[in-house]
């Protein structure tokens, strides 16, 4: 089975397409892709076409051998996976994360959809799922924490791991904001704190967290720092976990463990649908809201691992076919 992802600018999107990529198990292929302005176009002049892709873009995509499985995400990139569904004479079958437009949800093969956005349609084409798929498995978070662990060394258990994300489109994230994770997470009275930021996080946050706990037990690790960027390190070796609840990705790749994990989520702060989505992880046993008991949580979360299970289910219904 071979399997391509077109990886676009977002980051975020590439990353979801990775760890489907990575569940399916077999080879795939990343074909980068970039825009012109004609991207901005309405996807039904640029449906089954390469309008808005650079040359290279093209030249990428363009073949005589198409893939069994095209995995693309976002508005911009689903008319290119059209393009090689066409090409491939309809051999390829089309995955899209998130909405295609209306156009789309007649052509894709599998559209996947985050339960948040509250679809109220009944496409027999269509998977709904909690959260984000992502690339951290348990096998993933056995080897980091080999690699990371000697660098954790001299910091004691337990460790608490404190991922750090910026502001939203509701909330400015302050300083303010900070001194109440910090101060919620004093009340876990870790022995250690080992913490990451993201290139969202304000610099004023970042300056304040870097002198919050003691310096003797506390690994400080800001977005941009030269060397590795220890996330998954922070993942893996942690004992429980607090993350800022901006990100999707941040608080699903966070809920992969088997350790509690604590979400710093004030409404004022949230949008709908990140609430949304937090309340499903708190009622799914998932995660803790930041501030309430310490208990224990279901762990693996990963929605990867559902849809490429489905993928794998769509690909032998096509064989059955033949």
């Known amino acids: 089975m071979l399997v391509w992802i077109l990886a676009d600018d977002r980051a975020g999107n590439v990353n979801q397409l990775l760890g489907i990529a990575e569940a399916l198990g077999g080879s795939f292929e990343r074909k980068n892709i970039a825009y012109t302005k004609a991207v901005k176009l309405p996807n039904f002049l640029r449906d089954g076409t390469l309008i808005g892709l650079t040359k290279e873009a093209k030249q990428a995509v363009q073949t005589t051998v198409y893939p069994d499985v095209v995995l693309s995400a976002g508005r911009r990139a689903f008319p290119v996976a059209r393009y090689i569904q066409k090409k491939s004479k309809g051999k390829t079958k089309v995955v899209q994360l998130m909405n295609p437009g209306i156009r789309g949800f007649k052509s894709a093969d599998l559209i996947v959809l985050p339960a948040h956005d509250l679809y109220k349609g009944k496409a027999e084409?269509?998977?709904?799922?909690?959260?984000?798929?992502?690339?951290?498995?348990?096998?993933?978070?056995?080897?980091?924490?080999?690699?990371?662990?000697?660098?954790?060394?001299?910091?004691?258990?337990?460790?608490?791991?404190?991922?750090?994300?910026?502001?939203?489109?509701?909330?400015?994230?302050?300083?303010?904001?900070?001194e109440k994770i910090v101060a919620a997470v004093q009340q876990l009275h870790p022995a250690s704190v080992l913490i990451t930021t993201s290139r969202r996080t304000p610099a004023d946050v970042v300056a304040f967290l870097k002198t919050a706990f003691p310096p003797k037990t506390t690994f400080f690790y800001a977005f941009g720092d030269k060397g590795e960027n220890p996330y998954f390190g922070l993942?893996?070796?942690?004992?429980?976990?607090?993350?800022?609840?901006?990100?999707?990705?941040?608080?699903?790749?966070?809920?992969?463990?088997?350790?509690?994990v604590f979400i710093f989520a004030p409404a004022e702060m949230m949008s709908v649908k990140h609430r949304r989505f937090h309340q499903t992880l708190f009622r799914n046993g998932y995660a803790l809201p930041l501030g309430s008991a310490l208990k224990p949580v279901k762990g693996g979360f990963n929605p990867s691992l559902a849809i490429a299970e489905r993928i794998l289910s769509l690909l032998k219904v096509s064989d059955a076919k033949k």
């Open 125 to 178: 084409n269509v998977m709904i799922v909690d959260g984000s798929p992502h690339r951290v498995t348990e096998k993933r978070l056995r080897e980091e924490r080999q690699k990371w662990l000697p660098v954790f060394a001299d910091y004691p258990a337990p460790r608490l791991s404190l991922i750090i994300g910026g502001a939203t489109k509701n909330k400015p994230f302050t300083v303010a904001d900070a």
């Open 235 to 260: 993942l893996s070796c942690a004992d429980l976990i607090v993350v800022t609840g901006d990100s999707m990705s941040m608080c699903s790749e966070c809920c992969a463990g088997k350790v509690p």
